[in-house]
Structures are given as structure tokens and as C-alpha cells.
């Protein structure tokens, strides 16, 4: 494609993806976001638009030659709750809702390809713009599936990508196998009897076993799990009903667990149920563990990231592309999809100084927008090759 019109796009672009910053919205209630993008979909002349798929998400269906093959390309549209610190022009104008994990970026590229596509073709067969609500919950992608989906816009592949702070613009990075790991919440309530702190003996206070409880959950991934598994244990909450001069009859240790192979998540599960009643029988109070599994693990097909590879030739230069060395223990919504068909998720940088994803002063990059939207752009034309 000719210089001046990526730099047209760009500009194009940089509008689209300011005017969703300044306009956030949590996950579900992404209906202007929604309604943007299927607005400028149907401009560039989509042959289908379907809205209000899995609540507020939206595909765009492009159709050119006589191909039957399918591929699905995808972004997120949904904010968090952070009060953003930003002086630009296009801070967020929802207070308390702020696009601090780039998804208004990602919504930009994927609405830049889908122009270029549109006008430009290149390829035959048919691409599906996936546009899902509420990555940052893990029910965004489920509630798409649910609503049919797969039936009703069918595609054999899909690709995504998220930036990535820390790695230079105009890098690109992604692996074969692991990429992204499952993400399980847990709760665990000690019910005993609380009474005066001055007679801890004549109840069954719950703060000392709940501290030792936080200390042997270490003992899950350092001696329960093969030291070749991944995972992370951590407790991030522990709160009681006790006040200053009276001992707690109830405690509630809440934390998060990360892994990448549901083996794995089903034995933290096991030895934190087993290591929760030991030590609450050790205390005299009883322990009620509540355990639920909110991200699957993203694992990348093979195949998929060999082309993701070679698409990324065409888009950056030889010495910006690499392997990434391990998988990342943060999680994404995009696993959901790649439970149904293969999938390949890569990361973009978003530049050496950034700040990390989720911190209140975070920014998207626009530098980096071209290079997303170039990237589905080549991902489409050599998987629909004509
Ligand atoms: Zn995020
Ligand atoms: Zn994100």
C-alpha cells in the first residue's frame, strides 16, 4: 500500500483511538464504543454489521472472491475503574472509568484494517472483525460464544494482539504453546467464636489461624507442585469482623492463582482445600473454601504463530521480531475463543518508558498504530492468500 495513505490511516487512526479514550466504558457498558465501531464499519462498506453480540459486542463480515475459508481477527473495547492522571487534551472525560490497558488502541488498529481491507482487498475468502465487550471481567469472549458465535459468523482461525509496555515500538514478540495463563479467584472464610481480646481462651478467635493459613499456602507451588509447572499462589486480602479490643470469630483470606495447565489449577485447588481444613482443624474453627475459575490458560497453535511470524515480516523490520522467551503470567479473555478453534496472540510495543498496563497514568501509543493494523492487514492477505 502506497506511503501516503498510511500515513492518512494514521492520522485517521489517532482521531478514532483519542475519541475512545476520552469516552471509556466499563465492560458491558461499552454501547458507544460499540456503536463507533459499527458505525465506521458500515462506512467502509462492510457486508455485514451485526450488533449486540454477547450483550454490547460487534462483528463486521468482509467477503471478497469465492473462497470458503474464514479467519477471525480481534479486539477488545472495554475500560477499567482507575481514575486516569493525565493532562492530554483526550483524557477521560467518565470519571472513574479510564482505558488504561490500551483496549482503545486495539479497537483503532483493528478498525484501521478493516478500512484498508475494505478498500483495498487482497485477499479470498472471508475475515470476521471480532469487537468483544468486557476482556478485562474474563466474560466478554463467553458471552459472545453463548449468543451463537461460532454458528452465526464461522471462522477457522483468529488472531489477537495486545501492546505491550516495556518492549520498543514497532517490536513484535509472541511464542508457540503458553502464552497467557488461567487466572482462578479464591475465598477462604474461617467461621469460630469471637469474643474479648482479653480472654482469647474462652473462644475460638480466627486472626492467628487465618495468618497461619496465609503462611502455609506458600507451601503450594514451593512444595506441592512440580518445580517444572508455572504458578502463583497469592493472597491478597485477608479481613475479620474484629475491632480494637475484640477478637475476630470470622476471617476471610481472598486471593488469585495463576497457572498454565488445567492440571495445574485443579491441584492448587486440591492441596488448598486440604491445607485450609488442616490448619483450621489445628485452631478449632472451621473453614469454608470457595474456589472459581475465571480466565482459561491461552495457549498459541503452532502453525498459527509460524504464520503470525511470516505475516510479521512484511510489517517490522527482521532485528524487531523475537520469540518471547516465557509465557506471561497475566491473563486474557482471547483464551476462550482459542478453546473453539486454533488461535495466535502477539504483542506490540508500546514503548521503553511507558508505564505498565492498569497503572492511572498509562497511554496508548499512537506511534504503534500503524503497525497493528498493518499486521491484520498481512495476517488476513496471507491466510485468505488469493
Ligand atoms: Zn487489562
Ligand atoms: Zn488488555
Redesign the pocket.
Known amino acids: 500500500m502506497a506511503e501516503l495513505d498510511l500515513e492518512a490511516l494514521k492520522r485517521e487512526m489517532t482521531a478514532w483511538r483519542r475519541d475512545l479514550h476520552a469516552h471509556p466504558e466499563f465492560g458491558f457498558e461499552e454501547k458507544r464504543t460499540a456503536a463507533f465501531v459499527a458505525a465506521r464499519l458500515r462506512e467502509f462498506g462492510l457486508d455485514d454489521v451485526a450488533e449486540g453480540v454477547g450483550g454490547t459486542g460487534v462483528v463486521g463480515t468482509l467477503k471478497r472472491g469465492s473462497g470458503n475459508r474464514a479467519i477471525a481477527l480481534r479486539a ?1 473495547m472495554d475500560a477499567l475503574r482507575i481514575s486516569e492522571q493525565s493532562a492530554a487534551p483526550y483524557r477521560s472525560g467518565n470519571p472513574g472509568v479510564m482505558h488504561a ?3 482503545d488502541g ?1 479497537t483503532a488498529m483493528l478498525l484501521g484494517a478493516a478500512k484498508l481491507l475494505a478498500g483495498e482487498g487482497g485477499f479470498d475468502g472471508t475475515v470476521r472483525f471480532i469487537f468483544q465487550p468486557a ?2 471481567w474474563g466474560k466478554g469472549a463467553l458471552a459472545m460464544l453463548d449468543d451463537g458465535l461460532l454458528q452465526r459468523f464461522p471462522f477457522d482461525e483468529i488472531f489477537g494482539l ?2 505491550l509496555p516495556g518492549l520498543p515500538v514497532g517490536h513484535f514478540e509472541t511464542r508457540a504453546g503458553p502464552i497467557m495463563s488461567a487466572e482462578d479467584n479464591f475465598e477462604i472464610v474461617l467461621r469460630g467464636l469471637g469474643g474479648h481480646a482479653a480472654r482469647p481462651h474462652s473462644g475460638n478467635e480466627t486472626l492467628v489461624a487465618a495468618c497461619a493459613l496465609v503462611t502455609n499456602l506458600q507451601t503450594i507451588v514451593s512444595r506441592r507442585l512440580s518445580p517444572a509447572d508455572i504458578a502463583v499462589v497469592s493472597v491478597t486480602e485477608l479481613i475479620t469482623d474484629g475491632t480494637r479490643n475484640a477478637l475476630p470469630g470470622l476471617a476471610r483470606i481472598l486471593g488469585d492463582a495463576r497457572s498454565f495447565r488445567p492440571e495445574v489449577s485443579a491441584a492448587i485447588e486440591r492441596q488448598m482445600r486440604v491445607i485450609a481444613e488442616g490448619t483450621a482443624a489445628a485452631y478449632n474453627v472451621a473453614a469454608e473454601v470457595n474456589y472459581s475459575r475465571e480466565f482459561v490458560p491461552l495457549r498459541n497453535d503452532a502453525e498459527l504463530v509460524e504464520a503470525a511470524f511470516a505475516a510479521a515480516r512484511n510489517v517490522f523490520e527482521p532485528g524487531n521480531i523475537a520469540v518471547a522467551r516465557e509465557p506471561m503470567t497475566a491473563s ?1 479473555d482471547f483464551a476462550r475463543f482459542v478453546d473453539h478453534v486454533p488461535g495466535c496472540f502477539v504483542f506490540l510495543g508500546n514503548g521503553v518508558a511507558s508505564p505498565p ?1 492498569h497503572n492511572s497514568s498509562y497511554d496508548f501509543n499512537d506511534d504503534g498504530l500503524v503497525f497493528g493494523a498493518s499486521f491484520h492487514v498481512a495476517i488476513a492477505r496471507q491466510r485468505l492468500a488469493i
Open positions: 477488545d490497558c490500551g483496549h486495539h476482556e478485562e495486545h501492546n486474557e498496563l
